[in-house]
């Protein structure tokens, strides 16, 4: 049977030095049988003053903890690195690539719910997991959920984030079985996670909530600059091109 690994990570920031400080995760092997994992871990790379604004860890909260090769949910990790088992984050790449910089090579089959968000919430104005907590009302049930699991819920933290990822995992489940029926709707999560997404609006930036079509039309030149001066995800990338094409 398939093992489905949900997880989230806080590190000491987002740049390409940047490692791991804290692991959330969960492994559904049944309905009824959960594993929680709720680690820190140690680490050589200083904790940014901005990470530490948004997770609240401070470098003596990790001072004598084990490194992260040595935590449980990194020995799961590897022991259940198989096709047939499913990794699934929110904006899975920035997480896939600080479990990278530990060594650990992907055999999963990834969902990210945030790009599966995208295409079946195409509407919803924006994608971020506590946004969605609020617009999907997942948190009037994940108080029982969290006392199901003896997780306790704090703002910005690792096992927290998993906790509402489960509950929008169960929603973008539900979304993907009316939307296609008859289809396998982990498998077809896992399609949706690796095709990218053709954004409708801006979210950002002089033009945002404005068509994206139309602006790539009226003003090439902010869109030429754009490409050059922003760190655009890829589903971004993918519409400015697949537009500027026609």
Known sequence: MAKYILFDTET????????????????VHGR???EVFDE????????GLEAMEVHNITPDVIENQP?????????KLSEYNAPEN?????????DLGMLEKEGFENRYTLIDTLR???HLLADSPYHRLQYLRYALELYKTEGAEANKLGITIKAHDAIGDVLVMKLLLSKLVKLTQEKFVGVNPMVKLAELTQTPVLMKTFKFGKYKDREIEEIVKADKGY???????LDLDEDMMF??????AQ
């Open 12 to 27: 000491t920031g987002a740049g390409a030095q940047d490692r791991i400080i804290q692991i959330g995760g969960m492994i």
């Open 32 to 34: 009824d049988e959960i």
């Open 239 to 244: 519409t400015l091109e697949h537009y500027l």
């Open 223 to 229: 869109i030429t600059w754009m490409q050059n001066n």
């Open 40 to 47: 820190l871990c140690s680490t050589d790379v200083p904790i």
């Open 86 to 94: 499913y990794l699934i984050a929110h904006n899975i790449s920035f």
């Open 116 to 118: 599966c968000t995208k």
């Open 67 to 75: 490194p992260y090769a040595e935590l449980e949910f990194s020995k």
